[in-house]
């Protein structure tokens, strides 16, 4: 692989990345919608049965050899999304 392929590729690779952080804004504006009303309702953050569904869901999108990166990445993904449901969380409590 020449030094030129190595940045085309980093080239895509950074395209990827801008895009995934695109729609991982989205997804924490619905995470922070959920945080809401988890408070409101008084219930926990931490949803094991869903987490569980989201990552089935995921890993049946693929071919066997990448369920379990698939698996890691959206548990990567639920772990730094319940980190900002907590914050949102502790936000509301402040002023209340
Ligand atoms: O769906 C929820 O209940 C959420 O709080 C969102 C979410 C997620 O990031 O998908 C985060 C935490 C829960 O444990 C389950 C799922």
Redesign the pocket.
């Known amino acids: 692989m020449s030094e030129l392929d190595l940045s085309e590729i980093r080239e895509e690779i950074d395209r990827i990345d801008r895009q995934m952080i695109a729609l991982f804004q989205k997804r924490l504006d619905c995470?922070c919608d959920?945080a809401r009303y988890?408070h409101a309702n008084g219930l926990p953050?931490?949803?094991?049965t869903?987490?569980k569904a989201?990552i089935a869901k995921r890993q049946a999108q693929v071919e066997p050899e990448i369920k379990a990166a698939v698996g890691q990445f959206m548990q990567a993904?639920?772990d730094t999304?319940?980190l900002v449901?907590a914050d949102v969380i502790d936000q509301l409590e402040k002023f209340h």
Not at 45 to 48: A, Q, R, S
């Open positions: 995470v959920v988890k953050i931490f949803d094991e869903r987490e989201v993904v639920m999304c319940k449901e």
